[in-house]
């Protein structure tokens, strides 16, 4: 009698060997490949993803890929970046492409993997549900209005019915990704095992009878003579960017008998999603694929080479993320503020400079800035330096500074289109992030001239151009502020236009009212606001004014 254990063995490699046997059957020649290179999307998507995704296409091409697998595990992402990726996809890529969403593509990652040529899914993965949303800071994700969603509705439904064409899926099915408007009902041929996906008016039209609704919203569903459909307009709008045509074909009324109803497959108000098995019954997915080596057989590879995102790029995305923006435009106005209120050239100012230079340069860098931004915010502080060095007082000019500056940093920190639905969003939070940065800037400054002239510690931030003078050597009690008003003092540091002077020996904060004044210049003292002395350049008739506010302690 042969042992138990040696038939299991026996068994379970007559199994393996079955199971390998029919994984490696012939590989269609349009997939075939000897040598896969993969590119993994697992962020959210934006144009630093595209730009990353085109260099790795390159680099694979130029080393001798076959076919690009697109490894997916992303929550989606930006419009004309995933719009571009699939664009790549498409149109500059002439090696098979195969899309593994491992273990899930939402939103803009179903739309990518749709222009693929092939989709695999790791069991259990999941796909859909792309409609479009707005993301704005601090306030994460909301739902657009219907009519803004609309437009944004228009060029994914164009994109995902041209990748159902090429690739034969059920365009009406690929639909029910983007729009709640498509209440979809699954039907299967009885002869051949063929599966068709028709809204309700199909339904009617096939078999003569209003669908049964199973998935609708609320307790009592939509009778589906009133389901919602795209509109004529918005389809052939959809229809004229094609390339190519529907071989779309319903059956007549006379095959009704011919086909059986397997259920409705999304309802009212729904967003389609599937899982790896229904997404392979459906036909959008080829199969299931639990790990690599099981890709490398749909191919007929025999060896992987996988191309990673550059540090470059990685750092640039954590750079550009909108809590880093936020945090930096902060610091920066914050810095300028305190910068503007402490005399001498101080760390804040510093701060401020590496601040904006990331703000500018983190976008430059991944290609995410135009030029007529960096143009803006260039003449913005240009225009606001003139008014504080160079004409003080005349307000206009400092004013268009602040706008000009503060759109292009708006602007700049805004991912895509500022006139569009979700560039508006992001400009309103990014508009109040400034807002609360400035009233945190004014504050920090008004304390910062009440207390810097007795603090140590801004004292040892602040880089004091005083010749052979110090801390310690400081008067700290000088005389009341109106017995100081028309007497006469000298710079000891720049004015730009906050400074220091030295008035008989009592080092006093100044602001000069005429602009930038060099150190060691004979300044009048006119008056005093927030905590310190507002001086101008003293000429020869201002003697004898010194001298009588002087005798009458005025």
Not at 376 to 396: H, K, N, S, V, Y
Request: net charge negative; charged share 20%.
């Amino acid at each position: 009698m042969i042992p138990t254990a040696i038939i299991a063995l026996m068994l379970s490699t007559f199994l393996g060997w079955k199971m390998n046997q029919q994984s490696s059957g012939p590989v269609p020649a349009s997939r075939q490949a000897d040598r896969l290179a993969i590119i993994d999307i697992t962020t959210p998507i934006d144009s630093l993803t595209a730009k990353s995704v085109a260099r790795r296409m390159n680099e694979a091409r130029e080393q001798g890929a076959d076919a690009l697998v697109i490894e997916l595990d992303t929550p989606g992402g930006e419009l004309d970046a995933m719009l571009e990726i699939c664009r790549l996809i498409k149109y500059e890529n002439t090696t098979p492409t195969t899309a593994w969403i491992n273990p899930e593509a939402y939103s803009a990652g179903a739309i990518i993997a749709l222009a693929c040529d092939d989709i695999l899914m790791v069991p259990g993965g999941r796909m859909g549900d792309a409609a479009p949303i707005a993301a704005m800071p601090l306030a994460g994700l909301i739902e657009l209005p219907p009519a803004e969603r609309a437009k944004l509705e228009a060029p994914l439904l164009t994109e995902v019915v041209d990748s159902a064409r090429r690739n034969g899926y059920d365009e009406k099915l690929t639909q029910s990704f983007v729009g709640v408007r498509f209440s979809l009902w699954e039907i299967r041929n009885k002869s051949d095992d063929r599966r068709l996906f028709i809204d309700a008016n199909e339904y009617q039209s096939i078999f003569g009878t209003p669908p049964p609704l199973t998935r609708a919203r609320g307790e009592t569903p939509t009778d589906p003579g009133d389901l919602p459909t795209i509109d004529e307009e918005d389809q052939r709008t959809i229809e004229v960017m094609q390339d190519l045509r529907s071989e779309r074909i319903l059956p007549s009324s006379e095959k009704a008998a011919d086909w059986e109803l397997i259920g409705q497959i999304v309802g009212e108000e729904e967003l389609l999603i599937l899982t790896a098995e229904e997404a392979e019954r459906a036909g959008i997915s080829r199969g299931t694929a639990k790990d690599m080596p099981t890709v490398m057989r749909f191919h007929g590879a025999k060896e992987t080479s996988r191309y990673f995102e550059h540090w470059s790029e990685v750092l640039a995305r954590f750079l550009v993320s909108w809590p880093v923006r936020i945090v930096l435009v902060i610091a920066l106005i914050i810095g300028f503020f305190l910068e503007a209120a402490a005399p001498g050239v101080g760390i804040f100012g510093g701060i401020a400079l590496i601040c904006l230079g990331i703000l500018v340069g983190a976008p430059l860098v991944a290609g995410m800035a135009e030029w007529w931004e960096i143009a803006l915010i260039l003449a913005g502080m240009g225009m606001i330096a003139a008014e504080l060095f160079l004409l003080p007082g005349t307000g206009i000019v400092g004013l268009l500074g602040v706008i000009g500056f503060f759109t292009g940093l708006i602007s700049l920190l805004v991912n895509g289109s500022l006139t569009s639905p979700q560039g508006i969003d992001q400009a309103g939070g990014f508009a109040a992030a400034m807002i609360a940065a400035v009233i945190a800037g004014l504050l920090g400054a008004w304390w910062l001239a009440r207390r810097s002239g007795g603090s140590r510690l801004f004292q040892r931030l602040i880089l004091d151009t005083q010749s052979g003078a110090t801390s310690a050597g400081r008067v700290n009690h000088a005389p009341p502020e109106h017995a100081m008003i028309g007497r006469h003092g000298v710079t000891v540091t720049e004015m730009r236009p906050s400074g220091r002077i030295d008035m008989d020996g009592t080092i006093l904060n100044a602001r000069s009212k005429q602009g930038w004044l060099d150190q060691d210049v004979r300044v009048l003292i006119t008056g005093e606001f927030g905590g310190e002395f507002e001086v101008r350049r003293a000429e020869e008739h201002d003697d004898g004014e010194a001298d009588q506010g002087k005798n009458t302690g005025l």
